[in-house]
């Protein structure tokens, strides 16, 4: 089982977290400042728009196959979905609760990533990178789904599954989980891992009272939608994006 978690986090948020330190290390040395820098998310991969509209679509295509990987891991030991908070129980409280946490981390986290650029401690995150093409709101919600899928099923559903099975403490597994979180987000700067090491706290604890991980999912992809989407369509307008 060790070796089963060490080799899925190796090659999926694991080894995403090991660049990320790299990464935050080269803008740390280059000689510009961190709010002087750009991390751009959902790069165009190609001029010619229908070759991009496949990279992007492959690159959902990988999420998808994060978000499952565990999935089928747990079931060749005879744990279900269920197990990982995967119910449809009460799916209108679980929207309801979705679209609540959706508000509790985003409005917290803007003004937490806005303090960061101005204090000099975080790059300014370009959420789009794509040209304006008729595809580009397909593509960019495409992926916010799966990235709320492939985080919240991996980090949070399967890791603290397996780490229990293991006898981690809970305490030291929700730490573990949100150490995670953020370690894969530091290529924003050291706002953005801070940031998201926070909501890996909040996630975690809420999976662990409650056992439920499609709020978590749903709010993750609201997130992530609001600032890919939002971003395309806001900041040819708005100077602080």
Do not use: C, K
């Not at 985080?151 to 305490?171: C, D, H, K, S």
């Amino acid at each position: 089982m060790v070796a089963e978690l060490v080799v899925v986090l190796l090659v999926t948020f694991g080894l995403s977290g090991l660049y990320s330190v790299l990464d935050l290390v080269s803008a740390l040395l280059a000689p510009e400042p961190l709010a002087g820098q750009t991390a751009t998310l959902n790069s165009s991969r190609s001029t010619h728009e229908w070759l991009d509209a496949g990279y992007q679509l492959l690159g959902v295509l990988r999420l998808a196959a994060w978000a499952l990987l565990p999935l089928v891991l747990l079931a060749h030991t005879g744990i279900g979905p269920r197990a990982v908070g995967l119910v449809r129980e009460r799916a209108g409280r679980q929207v309801m609760w979705g679209i609540a946490l959706t508000a509790v981390i985003g409005i917290p986290g803007l003004a937490f990533y806005l303090g960061a650029v101005a204090a000099g401690f975080n790059l300014q995150v370009a959420a789009s990178g794509l040209s304006e093409t008729w595809w580009r709101p397909v593509v960019l919600v495409l992926a916010a789904a799966g990235n709320g899928a492939a985080e919240e099923i991996l980090v949070v559903g399967y890791l603290l599954v397996r780490l229990r099975q293991l006898g981690v403490p809970p305490a030291l597994a929700l730490v573990g989980t949100a150490l995670l979180r953020g370690s894969y987000h530091l290529y924003q700067g050291v706002g953005g891992g801070l940031g998201n090491l926070a909501m890996g706290v909040v996630f975690a604890l809420w999976w662990m009272r409650t056992r439920r991980l499609w709020p978590l999912v749903l709010a993750h992809t609201l997130l992530d939608v609001f600032a890919f989407v939002g971003y395309s369509v806001l900041s040819p307008h708005v100077s602080w994006l």
